[in-house]
């Protein structure tokens, strides 16, 4: 079974940073066979895709919305993938979740990711 928990989330005025982080933990496959995106949610809205990284760290990939302001990482050592948000704004504001994709055939696709964790709130004030 896989356990994703994020981490890093929180109140910020318009244009600050914040850097989330999401751990992986799990028995059996390891952390460096999924591909790993960040979605976010926010209220009233369905869930949409923001960037999402390879196995390997090499590939990246990022929303319209987000691409320049958003840079996604990952550490294989330490099984933990990263989301760093600079000047945020405040329709940046929702639920974000880290998920694992075992195929990366769709990185922006929802329903290629097999395990979610429970998300980190980030609220950008204007």
């Known amino acids: 079974q896989v356990q994703l928990v994020e981490s890093g989330g929180g109140l910020v005025q318009a244009g600050g940073s914040l850097r989330l982080s999401c751990a992986y933990a799990?028995?059996?496959?390891?952390?460096?066979?999924?591909?790993m995106g960040w979605f976010r949610q926010a209220p009233g809205k369905e869930r949409e895709f923001v960037s999402a990284i390879s196995w390997s760290g090499g590939s990246t990939y990022y929303a319209d919305s987000v691409k320049g302001r958003f840079t996604i990482s990952r550490d294989n050592a330490k099984n933990t993938v990263y989301l760093r948000m600079n000047s945020l704004k405040p329709e940046d504001t929702g639920v974000y979740y880290c998920a694992a994709d075992p195929i990366h055939e769709k990185p922006e696709d929802e329903y290629e990711y097999d395990y979610w964790g429970q998300g980190t709130q980030v609220t950008v004030s204007s």
């Open positions: 799990a028995s059996g496959r390891t952390f460096s066979s999924y591909a």
